[in-house]
């Protein structure tokens, strides 16, 4: 790419991904030359679509690419834009897909949310840029929780994804209380419905293990910026997360 860079050449070459990524190319990495494409049209300041990428990487040419859960967080490093929109991506993709596809969207998002909360992410983001990526993530996941797509992963396809379901929900767990301050009425949707998200574990991945903290930070995010939700509904959360497995710490009361 050149320093020139422009909105029309970016748009063209945007035009042109469908085709180029409809084969996986022999080295077994995922679109390949993608995020180094998207680094440069940032670094030329070039206008870039979000959607029309998140479109690509969901869409049929997964099937062929098969991007886990470190691809889709790169990208969110890469084009924090693209958080909210790889999460409202979820309800569309077949929970059946090959590669376990939705859930590795799911746990890469969250993921490198995880790394802008703790502060993990270098360059850090501005906080204007952060409040704007709380806000969508708060709107995407309200939606996914309140319409029942986080609630059913005993049907999603784990083949492919490396980590366990049980970690996909400490780290959504603890994005839904990094943003339960961004707006009431989303955090009641997000709060009333995670106790189902957490009940459909499977069994085979049943166990917090090291992610624990997760679930015990997202819940003392909950109980401090929405006491009232928390009054309502963090005794059914908790159990929930009891019966997952131990979460409290090392007090030995894990309820």
Known sequence: MQDDLTDAV????????ERRYTERASGGFPYPGLLDFIKETKRCKAKIDVSRIVDLVTGPTAEKQRPGHIFFSNLV???PGAASYLLRSVEDVDPRAPGGL????LTGTLLAIQEVEMERRKPKLSVETVEQLRKGVAGALASLLHRGVLRSFDHWERKGPTEPVSATVAWLVRAVGWVADTDKHLAMRMIENLSDTIQSIPNEDRGWGVDSRHVRQGFGCIREKQPELWQVYGQRMELAATKVGPWRGNDGDNG
């Open 77 to 79: 490093n890469i084009l």
């Open 10 to 17: 970016v748009s063209d070459y945007v035009d042109g991904l």
């Open 102 to 105: 939705r859930l590795n969207i």
